[in-house]
């Protein structure tokens, strides 16, 4: 090393030198054939003891907010954070870290879709997530069960929200399927 503050591989002496990167995201969510898609998961803050059975459950039967990987390709989880509580503080936080750990696509949990009333700023996490972070960003995780499906339809907050156009996929499910997840 020379006085130059620069470690002999190029870094600086703070910059970590020498410690591998982790892989550069994909912002526009594609990845290298014969690897994993890379995903990040943010739940609603009022959820944040949950333990995510359901998100786990349906990733690995790619249902949901995962029917979009087919059955046969690698998805692995490289980030699962909570929001923070409203406003989503947090969303701002986890992202960079998302990123470091290679996140090619955030999905933001079903939880933010059916809690009453729905994440009043589900809208603004998917723009701000897309348009500074460059990543693409899918709202939902497991299918909506059948129980929050019948109470938000007889409820006006889906209408208000406008949440179809946000989660339109995870409202077409079976009824098996939304049955089998409550």
Not at 27 to 40: D, F, L, Q, V
Request: glycine letters at 16%; charged letters at 25%; proline letters at 8%.
């Amino acid at each position: 090393m020379t006085g130059t503050g620069r470690s002999p591989k190029g870094g600086s002496k703070r910059d970590g030198a020498g410690v591998k990167p982790a892989p550069p995201s994909r912002a526009s969510g594609e990845k290298a054939k014969g690897t994993a898609t890379r995903i990040a998961i943010i739940i609603c803050g009022r959820y944040g003891a949950c333990g995510g059975g359901k998100c786990l459950r349906a990733l690995r039967e790619r249902k949901g907010g995962f029917a979009r990987y087919p059955a046969g390709e690698s998805v692995e989880v490289v980030g699962y954070a909570q929001c923070g509580g409203c406003p989503g503080g947090n969303v701002e936080g986890v992202l960079p870290e998302f990123k470091r750990n290679g996140a090619q696509v955030v999905h933001l949990a079903t939880g933010l879709v059916v809690g009453y009333p729905p994440c009043p700023h589900l809208r603004k996490f998917k723009t701000y997530i897309e348009t500074v972070h460059g990543l693409p960003v899918v709202v939902g995780t497991h299918p909506i069960p059948s129980t929050y499906m019948d109470a938000h339809r007889r409820l006006p907050f889906w209408k208000d929200a406008r949440m179809e156009e946000m989660a339109g996929p995870l409202m077409e499910e079976a009824r098996s399927v939304t049955d089998d997840y409550c």
